[in-house]
């Protein structure tokens, strides 16, 4: 098992639990047995062309939620579905992305697509990675001012 050095654990780079990614054919639809359970949407819904998916973040008991459903044909979300897999990854922010981005794939985590820009964090960067253990995770840009954003 090949493990990070300390210099270079999640936890030195700043990084932060930010949500859970959840896969949905209707938003409405999904938002409704989340509210059951104390949630309600946190801010406005989203349409990111790069990542071909439509979204909303929920805050409740637990922990944040994006919900995404697919914003046209050759969505990631379809195979997500296709499988029966609704939670499908954690996200964390970090305001040293590319120093994370190395940490990471010095363990063997291995991007899905190289770092885009993304609508839902007001253009900043994000990727996700296949960790060796199988687990998908979104890496997202933060400010550096240690300020906590959407």
Request: proline share 7%; with cysteine.
């Amino acid at each position: 098992m090949t493990s990070m050095p300390a210099e270079t654990s999640l936890q030195s780079l700043e990084c932060a639990f930010h949500h859970i990614g959840i896969a949905c054919k209707n938003l409405d639809r999904e938002q409704l047995v989340w509210e059951q359970l104390g949630y309600s949407q946190e801010s406005p819904e989203f349409t990111d062309p790069i990542q071909n998916i439509t979204g909303r973040f929920l805050t409740g008991p637990g922990p944040r939620l994006e919900l995404l459903a697919a914003a046209g044909e050759n969505s990631p979300v379809d195979g997500f579905l296709k499988r029966r897999t609704k939670m499908y990854h954690q996200a964390f922010t970090t305001p040293r992305f590319d120093a994370a981005l190395t940490a990471l794939e010095s363990t063997g985590a291995r991007r899905t697509a190289d770092p885009a820009p993304a609508i839902a964090f007001g253009g900043r960067r994000i990727v996700f990675l296949l960790l060796p253990n199988g687990n998908l995770i979104e890496i997202i840009e933060s400010p550096s001012d240690g300020i906590r954003t959407t």
